[in-house]
Every structure is written in C-alpha cells, then in structure tokens.
C-alpha cells in the first residue's frame, strides 16, 4: 500500500508530465482538457498548491470557450460531473471545465432538508439540463430529473390508508406529517379540530390524496 507521501509524489509527477505536454499541444488540450481537470481536481488534496493552480489555469475555459460551449448545450443533454462545491441554495457540478447548479428543489424526489444527504464534494453525479442562460452565463441541472418518479407508487400504495408518523414541520397554514420514507404530507389547520401539535408528536391521519400533478400529499383526519 503506497504511504501518503508517495501517493503525492505520484500525482504531481504525473500532472507535471500531462500538463506539459498540454501546454505544448493545443489540439491534446482541446481533446483531453474535461477528463484531465475531473482527475486533478479530484486530486486536490494530493497536489500541492502550485501544481493545483497551474493546472487549473491551464485546463480552465477560455471566455470564447465557454461561451462556445454555453451555446452548443441543448435542454434534456444528459451529462456525468463531478460535484465541485455545495451551497444552501444548491449543489454545483463541473460538466468539465464549465458549472452548472441543481437546485435544491432538482435534487431528489425526496423531501431534502440537507444536501450532504444525497451527495458530497467529489461526487460524480448525472445530470439533466434544464435551462441555459446565455445572458447570465448560468446552466440549471436536475438530478431529479434523471430519477424514477415515485409519486405514481405512492398513489397506488398510500391514498386512503390511514397511517402514523411524527409531525415533521409546522406552519402557519397547518401541520407537515412524516407519512413514507422521504415523503411527507400536508395536515391542514381546519383537519386539526383546535388541536395544536409540535414537531415530534406522532399524529394518525388518513391519505386522502397524492396528488401527480402538483407533487403533494394531501392529508385528513384519522
């Protein structure tokens, strides 16, 4: 098992070789530039700061570049990335020298309360794409998208089962319940018959409806 060091000492080796060999051979760096920065940047904690720097320098897009790519890109393109950084708001994915962001709502079927859940820093993820902004220079990506949509399951598996589960959120308007593994439905304030539950407390309801339209589960009274 190669130590720590060594394995450093090969990464920087090996960026050395292929990055000089880059600087020389533009028509290489066009070919190779996408799968060269996934594996560097991968790398991160392998190569130094310098070696790091020049190679993101090098394999980064030019303004051209970039615009060129933006506007080759088509809504419904799937592509495989590499998650480069996590944010509130959304997760953002290098498609090889380019980001574009899913947000938060684009992650999972799933209710998402954090993004850490279902991917972390280094992930290579496939994405759809959504929406190209060319004015914005700003590409939206669902991984969702790509996902089996379980709603039509949960339509045949839970409307008009009574089931048990803790309150996951209050809001003005009512009460969430957690009715299915990653799913939680709506118990309105008028279903509630003046009582006022707090998250944690374990409430019967019935599924009167999942809505496929609107992507809601529509709770009542047990």
């Known amino acids: ?6 394995r450093a000492d090969f990464a920087e080796l090996t960026a050395a070789n292929e990055l000089d060999v880059l600087a020389m051979n533009a028509t290489f760096r066009r070919e190779y ?8 940047t991968s790398w991160r904690s392998l190569l130094s700061e310098p070696a790091h720097a020049f190679a993101r320098g090098l394999l980064s897009m030019t303004v051209d570049e970039r615009r060129a790519f933006l506007r080759g890109l088509r809504k419904g393109q799937v592509f495989t990335g590499r998650v480069s950084s996590i944010q509130n708001f959304g997760v953002f994915v290098d498609l090889g020298g380019v980001d574009g962001m899913i947000n938060v709502a684009e992650i999972s079927w799933h209710h998402v309360e954090a993004l850490t859940d279902f991917v972390q820093v280094g992930d290579q993820v496939s994405v759809e794409v959504l929406d190209i902004d060319l004015d914005r220079d700003r590409i939206a990506l669902s991984r969702k998208a790509l996902l089996p949509d379980p709603y ?6 839970l409307a008009g089962r009574v089931v048990t589960g803790p309150v996951t959120r209050v809001v003005p308007f009512g009460v969430f ?4 593994d990653g799913f939680d439905g709506l118990l309105r304030n008028d279903c509630l018959d003046g009582r006022t539950p707090r998250e944690g407390d374990e409430l019967s309801v019935e599924v009167v409806e999942v809505d496929l339209v609107r992507r809601r589960i529509v709770l009542g009274p047990a």
């Open 152 to 157: 039509p399951e949960l339509a045949r598996t």
């Open 177 to 180: 319940v957690h009715v299915a």
């Open 33 to 40: 530039r996408a799968p060269l920065l996934r594996l560097f």
């Open 1 to 6: 098992m190669p130590s720590a060091r060594q």
